[in-house]
Nanobody
């Protein structure tokens, strides 16, 4: 069984920053690629960023590149999402995911998702 737990969400003013964390337990994640997604009210879940198991390869949504940074200290550490210059349109529930496939250019989500963490950006 796999468990993913996101944390770090909250309420922040526009222009502020938050860092989300995704901690995994259960199976060993030493060689798993991971990703972040988000879902705003009334919208479909969308891809945010992904990182390889080693941390050497990352991929970002074009619309978020430059403001968001995905990272991990090592293959077994939590995966982080640093979000800067936040905008009201970044308001959403953010989810982490274990990849089914990640080529560096394309990310295919797997079946394991966390419960999500709410990010609310006020104007």
């Amino acid at each position: 069984q796999v468990q993913l737990v996101e944390s770090g969400g909250g309420l922040v003013q526009a222009g502020g920053s938050l860092r989300l964390s995704c901690a995994a337990s259960g199976r060993t994640f030493s060689t798993y690629d991971m990703g972040w997604f988000r879902q705003a009210p009334g919208k479909e879940r969308e891809f945010v960023a992904a990182i390889s198991w080693s941390g050497s390869t990352t991929l970002y949504s074009d619309s978020l590149k430059g403001r968001f940074t995905i990272s991990r200290d090592n293959a077994k550490s939590p995966v982080y999402l640093q979000m800067n210059s936040l905008k009201p349109e970044d308001t959403a529930v953010y989810y982490c995911n274990v990849a089914r496939r990640f080529s560096g250019r394309r990310y295919a989500p797997g079946d394991y998702w966390g419960q999500g963490t709410q990010v609310t950006v006020s104007s």
